[in-house]
């Protein structure tokens, strides 16, 4: 049996390869705004945010602790149906819509209810801290 041998020529070709990174990707820090100088806290939840879930015609959690100022409020409406987050002093009237969420900023300095328009016994308290 005579079975020809494939002979492979094993070319060592040393490539040096002078790659030049032009590693221009200088973009900016994010530039995050900040709706008031106060002393920022590098944590979990940003100071100046919340969150309030809205689940079986119930707001989660009823009573909403925040600070004195500007506050963005991540409003999650986890029902079927439309709710509104509305504080009593009327300075706010937001319609979140079934399965929706939204971003509220409120300016409070002050406790102050919040309820729903359209469900009466949907009530709340913006506690200012
Ligand atoms: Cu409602």
Redesign the pocket.
Known sequence: MHDPRTRSIALAAAVLALTLVAAGCSSDPSDEPSPVATDTESGDLAPGSAAINIVD?TFEPTTLTVASGSTDIAITNADT????FTLDDDTVDAAVSAGQNITVTIEVSETVGFH?E??PT?TGTLQVA
């Open positions: 015609l149906v439309d709710h509104t729903c359209i469900h949907m």
